[in-house]
């Protein structure tokens, strides 16, 4: 007997049922099988598991809401990917595909919270050489309209870190919102959480029993399992209750490891009647990371920079203000750092970027003497580690003006504009020059216009758009404001 563990809300598969699996109608569902409550499994804390998604019917969700209409689990491996079960998608006896717009992905918790956050499907693909009639490849994917930020994501296994991550024997968890009844239909609105253990590949399709807390379970056939691309894996409590997933569980996640370590190892596929003495069956991901890689479903490998970032110092009048562009390695940097010393008494100043991912940003030192020559490194970093140090590069500090900014731009007829600008001040210097610079965003040559009483006129601007900015000059160098964007009008 096998069931899929599908949607046990919108339609129950009894444990007698031979090969059941979702419909394709957008409703329908089958039945699934893991256990732990899951079938003796534990209420989630809220903020745990936040990777773990509902998939919803949409014709349901309107007529009946989020805890009616949930008919599968799936995990957020991306922001903008949902890894479940082909079963969810496929109906099991005409092959027949469900469409992205009879989906909907459920992001929180609690299905009855009346705040959970729905997100569309713009694409679903579920493996080509999925075979509904072995359960093999038992995996798709759904690619959402928009991304889901601001959620850990569950980072599917590599082959490497498979092999320890379901070695028998290894603690793995299951989550999802299915079945908690071995007798009936009894589905929490809050995702349980279970904890199972790996069984033998043995026992995934050569029918070698394993005993587990004093349960002996048995093992299935090889007409049965393939543990090439199925894992195996139930609990049993002290008192020999067994722990299993089960309806509603199906394409939910199978977890190794906690916290940033945790790994998606499998996904809920089949299994016996919820909570027998035969494992649960899920889809082993080691066996799916080309189809995963091949549809942008494995976030790029997180690691520490390795490679310095690229770094700038421009002088200012008693500081210096710190550039950094990261290196393009691969790594995600979170932060930069310089370090800021005078050659002549060793005197060290600091600076740092807030801790956030960027490509590019900037910090200030200040507090430093004009006309002294500082030697400026940088770095870039992660929560991974730091890259290698960037530099020395030399600069000195001068009294460069400061340039005003443009605070209002007025486009006139006949190619002309006028813009008021706050004062420029000189810091140590006369002011040279004091002029608004237009040059065309799409290239050519720039205008300029000298600045008198905060006022400006640009003239001969031709029909298209310019980036207008004030620049300040002194004996020591010149300074210009943020651009400020200007349509010319004819």
Known sequence: MRAGWANARLWFATAAAVAVALTGAPVASAAPTVAPQIINGDPAPA?????????????????????QAQFCGGTLTTPTTVVTAAHCIIDQKTGDQRTASSILVGVGPDLRDPDLRIVSVARVTTNP????????????????????????LLRPVSADEAVAL???????RVAGWGNTSTSGKEFPSTFRIAQVVIFPDASCGQEQKFILNG?????????????RFMVCAAGATPAGEVIDSCQG????????????AARLIGVVSWG???ASRFPGVYTRIASELAFLSSNNAIPPLEVAPSQPPSLTAAPRSGQLIIGFSAAP??????????????????????????????????CTVDGLVNGTTYQVTGISGNALGNSPVAGPVEATPLPVPTAGRIIRATALRSGRAVLRVTPSTSDGGD????????????????????????RVVVSGLRPTRYACRVRAENAYGAIESAPVRVKARR
């Open 47 to 67: 903020e745990q598991y936040p990777f773990l998604v509902s998939l919803l019917s949409s014709d349901r969700l309107v007529e009946s809401g989020a805890f």
């Open 129 to 152: 050489d999925y075979v509904r009639r072995t359960a093999v490849n038992d995996i798709a994917i759904l690619t959402l309209a928009e991304p889901v930020t601001g959620v850990r």
């Open 166 to 172: 379901t070695a028998p024997g290894e603690t793995v």
């Open 215 to 227: 349960v002996t379970f048995n093992g299935f056939d090889p007409t049965e399992a393939n543990a």
């Open 249 to 260: 569980d199906s394409g939910g996640p199978l977890i190794a490891r906690e916290g940033a």
């Open 272 to 274: 016996e009647a919820c």
């Open 329 to 362: 390695d691969g790594s995600k940097v979170t932060a930069f750092a310089a370090s800021v010393v005078d050659p002549a008494t060793g005197q060290v100043w600091n600076c740092s970027t807030g801790a956030r991912p960027v490509a590019a940003s900037s």
């Open 431 to 454: 002011l040279t020059s004091n002029r608004v610079v237009c040059t065309p965003v799409a290239g050519g040559p720039e205008l300029t216009s000298d600045i008198t009483a905060g």
